[in-house]
């Protein structure tokens, strides 16, 4: 009997010693569990509001209050939302095929003949009918008429370089 009492007093203090460190253990968790809720909302949403309420359900349910948050927090990110609006932007661009000078890769309209920006030749005029056709054709769609040779390309005047000693002056 004597022996029994001994081993519980011997094991006593290191089960208060065990609850102590799982108690201790178990704020910590909850003390994470509250920076990882602030953190995740905030990479979530920019509301305030909806930041605090997240922030104040861990905080005064712990342990409960994670599941919740899990349950009730926006699905994407803020970089997710932007990623996603880039890719549709990218998507509604490509759908909408719009045409670039070859030249200066400018965005032109489709029946441009020449480029606004470099004066680059794009298309021309059917010597019989006058309808804007591609310069690589050599028959008219339109009017079926052979077109004489190629339509000359213009090109832009190159900026004017500066001279050493105009560089230096300056």
């Not at 000078?101 to 021309?124: K, N, S």
Request: charged letters at 20%.
């Amino acid at each position: 009997m004597e022996a029994l009492q001994e081993l519980i007093a011997n094991i006593v203090p290191l089960l208060r010693l065990a609850a102590i460190f799982l108690g201790a253990y178990a704020v910590l968790l909850w003390a994470a569990s509250v920076l990882w809720a602030y953190r995740d909302i905030r990479r979530r949403t920019d509301d305030l509001s909806v930041q605090v309420l997240a922030v104040g359900i861990v905080l005064l349910l712990p342990f409960l209050g994670i599941p919740l948050h899990l349950i009730l927090r926006p699905p994407q990110t803020l970089a997710e939302k932007y990623e996603r609006a880039l890719e549709e932007e990218f998507l509604r661009r490509d759908l909408e095929e719009q045409f670039v000078c070859p030249e200066c890769q400018r965005p032109i309209e489709r029946d441009f003949i020449l480029c606004p920006h470099c004066q680059t030749q794009l298309r021309r005029h059917c010597e019989s009918c006058h309808r804007v056709i591609d310069l690589t054709w050599q028959v008219c769609p339109y009017c079926a008429h052979t077109q004489t040779g190629s339509a000359p390309t213009v090109r832009a005047q190159p900026y004017p370089v500066a001279q050493p000693e105009e560089v230096r002056s300056r």
